[in-house]
């Protein structure tokens, strides 16, 4: 008799998606991947906005595919990209599309939310959250600007894993891993902090019901269960955000560790038990995100791959420019190796933030400090590469200093821990081994909440341990 036992994880990341059936046998994780899809952002009247419904109907697929192959699944459990929210009406239904965080509207909402709505070092004191212009505090204060219609009128605002959970289960919950990406949420009173909500004018009732990663929200409505032909399967409320989903799965031994969320962004931090809001954070600008088991993740948003994707976008658009550059990921990799290129770039630059071509601005950013521009497709993935790693040496610095630890290693989790010219160039930069894996860290620490939800698992480190056993690693080390 099988003691296996099955879970659905929906994994969601900007602009493409995922459903993996994930099966325990006790000891380990095993991870298989049911659809996969895009969602790219839809430009409608000047802004950029998520399809939430056609969000929600790939979730119906992935389990119209469960039911087809006649599988039981214990729960469902749904992570996302921070920060971005829907609205609902009192009727339960959507109102209007999710603003995309990469929407241009919230430009100089820092300045004005600073100016006439409160001070920016009290806003950091009490939300202990890195700045940047596209935090929910500053999208709904620029739709509260702009006299939004969609925001006077929603009963409910819920961020983009409680809002499709809301759609699965009908319960309105707002969880607090994702709720702590906002800059709404003081991690100190563990809820959304009122003073801000007062600035928003919008009342605390709005965003649901407060839970921690782990806790059963309900189960699939009956009009689910009838489109998918599963029964009243339960949905856990996971660590919502996928980077704390992501860094459940870290398989540490030990807590002398920094972790590295390697993709579209990087994001580099430490595990802390409680937040670490000071004036040497504040002014370094780094964050306080919510972990599993009260933990805080303290670390810092660099601009990560989104730099290499945008890059070989200009590579296959201009092939005269950039001959030979190759299709496959592996081999354009590699051509970083032909390369003695030694220029530097500064990746959290506003410069690289959303530009019109990228190797324009890496261009322009190399006239601006006086080095001399790269040529080859070979030049630009070694200046990516090498300047990566150099930030990530930097913001370590800055953990183990503020951590009050010495970092012994970097755990490295996300598709970019695939990328072996980074992670050697990382290695040789910090001096220290950089372990890489799982790649599916965001999809395995996702199940392992549901586990613990189950009752299948214990604690954070029991989970962690699960995580090694389930996938295999990568070390590399200094070689320089």
């Known amino acids: 008799m099988s003691t296996e036992t099955h879970y659905l994880a929906v994994d969601l990341g900007a602009t493409s998606g995922r459903t993996i059936l994930a099966t325990f046998d006790g000891s380990k994780v095993g991870m298989r991947e049911l659809t996969r899809f895009k969602h790219p952002m839809v430009p409608i009247g000047g802004h950029l906005y998520w399809d939430l419904p056609h969000l929600f109907n790939e979730i119906l697929e992935g389990l119209k595919k469960v039911a087809a192959e006649g599988i039981e699944i214990q729960s469902v459990g749904i992570d996302t990209w921070g ?75 819920l961020f983009m894993p409680d809002a499709l959970t809301y759609m699965l289960t009908g319960e309105a919950v707002c969880e607090y891993t994702i709720a702590s990406t906002s800059q709404i949420l003081n991690p100190v009173t563990g809820d959304l902090d009122a003073d801000l909500l007062k600035t928003l004018k919008l009342d605390r009732e709005r965003f649901g019901r407060l839970v921690q990663p782990g806790e059963v929200v309900g189960t699939l409505t009956p009009q689910v ?178 951590g009050g630890f010495p970092i012994e290693s970097l755990n490295v989790i996300g598709g970019g821990s695939q990328n072996p010219y980074l992670m050697q160039f990382a290695a040789d930069a910090l001096g220290f081994p950089v372990i890489c894996g799982p790649t599916e860290g965001t999809a395995l620490g996702n199940t392992l909440v549901q586990l613990r939800a189950a009752g299948k698992v214990g604690d954070l480190w029991q989970m962690r341990a699960i995580s090694a056993a389930s996938v295999e690693l990568k070390t590399y080390f200094p070689q320089k």
Request: net charge negative.
């Open 225 to 402: 269960q009838k489109a998918t032909g599963l029964g009243p399967v339960k949905v856990v409320a996971v660590a919502g955000h996928d980077t704390a989903s992501a860094v459940v799965s870290v398989p540490a031994k030990g807590a002398h560790f920094a972790y590295l969320s390697c993709g579209t962004w990087s994001l580099l931090g430490i595990e802390s038990p409680k937040p670490i809001i000071n004036e040497q954070s504040f002014r370094e600008n780094f964050t306080n995100e919510g972990g599993i088991d009260g933990t805080t993740r303290f670390l810092k948003n660099i601009c990560g791959l989104w730099i290499f994707e945008k890059c070989r976008e200009d590579f296959y658009k201009d092939p005269v420019r950039f001959p030979g550059a190759p299709q496959g990921i592996k081999e354009l990799t590699a051509k970083c190796l032909e390369s003695d290129y030694d220029g530097i770039i500064f990746p959290d630059d506003d410069l690289f933030v959303h530009p019109d071509s990228m190797t324009a601005a890496i261009c322009e950013f190399c006239r601006r400090t006086g080095q001399k521009a790269p040529e080859t497709v070979a030049d630009y993935l070694r200046c990516i590469y090498r300047s990566l790693a150099l930030r990530y040496k930097e913001v370590i610095a800055l953990l183990a200093e503020m």
């Open 83 to 157: 920060v971005d929210f829907a609205f609902f009406g009192k009727d339960g239904q959507p109102i209007g599309l999710p603003h995309c965080y990469r929407d241009e509207y919230t430009t100089g909402a820092m300045d004005r939310f600073f100016a006439d709505r409160m001070p920016s070092k009290e806003v950091y004191a009490k939300t202990g959250i890195q700045f940047m212009e596209f935090n929910s505090l500053f999208q709904l204060d620029t739709q509260r600007r702009e006299g939004s219609s969609v925001l006077e009128a929603a009963d409910k605002i």
